[in-house]
């Protein structure tokens, strides 16, 4: 048990991520627990690929005496991190851009206040 | 209302705990298909670098789903930031 | 104010280190078949720098330069040339984003099997798909930063 301690990171940051969405009131506190949950999930995705020891799959200048499939980590789950670190800096500008429009319309940023309809 | 947050919160957090207990060896994946990449992507694709030949290559759809994606979120603050005198 | 910029200190100082910062990630973005990086990599170092220019001369000075519909033009160019090689890959060859250009003279040389110094001509379409990503990267990271400074004038908390 005491070799699973990445995956005890992988759920602290999404419990205290979920903890800051469910309990905060404060807008830009909100947008900051998405954001911890999304680091989160990336950091489960990438030590899912790893091996004891490895190497980056790279052949640019390999250090010689290291077996080839057995001796590099694997490539598949970094290529699916790009991906998700990307999107998730398209959901944050989002939700900025979002978070400027409601404070000019409303003037506060405590989220119990925007229920009503404003004229 | 915030009892049924606490409690859908403390059921979560005991499910994440008992994932993390029981989740396989941290240093031994299964890695049939990756050892098929990592051998044969010299050859097929002509890249030394395995992690561009996978996003580009073999999973280049993806990477065009992604591009979409940036341009939605690039074509969503355009317009929230519209303002009412230009653009005519 | 995200109008007025910093002191002349930090303009001398930006102004100088901007042309270094964008060849650095022009470099990433074109080795990115040889060594870590590629196109959404380089893409955000070149974004960066234009973010640099932004906070030390004022978000009005940089749209009177180059304003922002040449930035998100930048952004639907790179777009269109990623579809347009994708395209090529199914008129000359068998699909959709298929690598057509092993072998022939372009990009097409085939290293030998195991370490070897990195030799620029091999790739296939990788390198151009790097390149449409590098620059729908910038353009689409620096257009967002420019709108949301010029879109907050005169919001002073």
Known sequence: MINNVPFFAVMLLIAIGLYTILFKRNLIKIAMGIVIVEAGVNLFLITLGYREGGLAPIYTHLPSGVEIPGGLVLPVPQALTLTSIVIGVAILALILSFVVRIYRHYETLDSRNIRRLKE | MRKIATLVFLVFVAFLLYGAYEMRDFGRPPSDMDDYIIENSQKETGANNAVTAVVFDYRGYDTLGEATVLFTAVAGVMAMFRRRDDHA | ?157
């Open chain 3, 1 to 157: 104010m995200p109008d007025e910029g910093l002191s002349p200190v930090v303009r001398v100082i930006a102004a100088m280190l901007f042309p270094f910062i964008l060849i650095f990630s022009l470099y990433v973005i074109l080795h990115g078949h040889l060594t870590p990086g590629g196109g959404f990599q380089g893409g955000a170092i070149g974004a960066s720098a234009v973010v640099m220019l932004i906070v030390a001369y004022g978000a009005r000075w940089v749209e009177s330069k180059a304003g922002e519909e040449s930035v998100s033009v930048l952004e639907s160019l790179g777009g269109l040339m990623f579809v347009v090689t994708g395209l090529l890959g199914f008129i000359l060859a068998a699909t959709f984003l298929s690598n057509f250009l092993v072998g022939e003279a372009l990009f097409g040389e085939i290293p030998a099997f195991g370490s070897n110094p990195g030799i620029l001509n091999t790739g296939g379409t990788l390198p151009l798909l790097n390149i449409a990503v590098g620059l729908k990267v910038i353009g689409g990271l620096a257009s967002v930063v420019l709108i949301m400074a010029l879109g907050s004038r005169g919001e002073a908390a």
